[in-house]
Structure formats: structure tokens, C-alpha cells
């Protein structure tokens, strides 16, 4: 038990699926999930535990921007054991190729800060993906036949952004879509030599101000967390 995360130990699963809102991983784990079990609730960020063709896997809620994903994911590696760890999420689309409903891996995250800007000082650290699950990712959303991107995303540490000069350059130089998490998860990852991907469901566009329907999301984001899970567990796929 730590002080964000109620669960005790041997709750928490090495592979753990980590959306912001608390709602989606009760939803995640109901639906894709067998022997369900609530594991955590303090301040209302549920997770729950179960298991998935054989495997044991947690959907931890991981809350809204890098400084609530760093509480959840420190605590989720150095107190429970965590080694996996993907977050499943919307972004924004950013280019003309990607559409709403799409698909994004995020091979790497550019951001103007994280949580870890205090230990890097002055240094540009380029946080990316763990290659094994970025294959495996890409591998099973081919499988599926799911519109999918790979390439670089952009973290903000805002959702109000007022910089649409930054905006502009992040399509200038072929950002597909911007979130707010995936940056220090891959940062944290690297420290403690854990793997990390983020598996991102376009639910908006940035350029066309297309937004997708909320009775639309439920269907979209299936794909997001069966190729996570496809990823996590590729012989069980």
C-alpha cells in the first residue's frame, strides 16, 4: 500500500494498462477482462486487476497530465513491482493523414517539460518507446486492420494551450497528435528499466476540428486496448 495506491501487494500485475480517466479503466477492465477485481480506489482513481487470456494484468487510472502519471507510475514500479506499463488514451490529431478514429503508437514524445525536467537540468533527454512492444503494437493493429500511425507525439503540459505558433511547428515537423502523459511515462520507464508505449485513439483533429461523438468512443477505443493487450501478451494474441 503506498499513499496513491490502496492495493497490497501481489495486487498489482508486472503488465499495467494505464488510461487518465478512472471511468475508462473501470470500463477497460469490465470489458476486456476475466475475474475481475477492485484493487484501488483512493481519491477516486480506480484500479482494477484481472486477467486476459491467461495473463494477469492491471488497469490502473493514472489521471490527467505528467504530474499525475508520475504519482501513479513511480509508485506502480518501485512499490509493486510494475514492468510493463501502457498508457491507452485520446490525443488530438496533428496531420492531414491522420484521421478521427485512428490509431496512434507513439514511437517517441516530444514535450517542453516533464515531472523529471528537475534531474535532466540542462540536458534534452528523447524519451521513445520500447521497440519490443512497439513491434508487437504495430503488428497486431495490422492483424486487426485498424487505421494506425507510428511516429513521434507531442506531450504538453497544458490542455488550454495558447501557442499556436508551437502548434504550427509540431506539424511543420510531422508530430502526429498531442496528448498529455506519454513523455515522462517514457522517461520514467527508462530510469527504472521498464518497458513503455503509448497506444493513443484519435478522438479529436487539431487542424479540421473534427471531434469524435461520445457515443462513438466506446467503439473506437476497443481497438486502442486490444492492441495494447496484443502488444503486452503477443503469444496470447
Partial sequence: ???????????????????GDPHRAKWAAETFLDDVRLVNNVRGMLGFTGTWKGNTVTIQGSGMGMPSLSIYVNELIRDFGAKTLIRIGSCGGMQDSVNVRDVILAMTSTTLSTPSRGIMKELNFAPCADWG??????????????????????????????????????????????????????????????RALAVLTVSDHLLTGEALP?????????DMVEIALQAAFPDAA
Wanted: charged share 25%.
Fill in 214 to 222: 461520445s457515443s462513438e468512443r466506446e467503439r473506437s477505443f476497443r
Fill in 1 to 19: 500500500m503506498t499513499i496513491h495506491i490502496g492495493a497490497e501487494k501481489g495486487d498489482i500485475a508486472e503488465t499495467v494498462l494505464l488510461p
Fill in 133 to 194: 512492444l512497439l513491434q508487437a503494437a504495430a503488428n497486431a493493429a495490422a492483424a486487426k486492420g485498424t487505421p494506425t500511425h507510428v511516429g513521434g507525439i507531442y506531450s504538453s503540459d497544458v490542455f488550454y494551450d495558447e501557442r499556436p505558433d508551437l502548434n504550427e511547428q509540431m506539424v511543420r515537423h510531422g508530430i502526429l497528435g498531442v496528448e498529455m502523459e506519454a513523455a515522462e511515462l517514457y522517461i520514467l520507464a527508462a530510469r527504472h528499466k521498464c
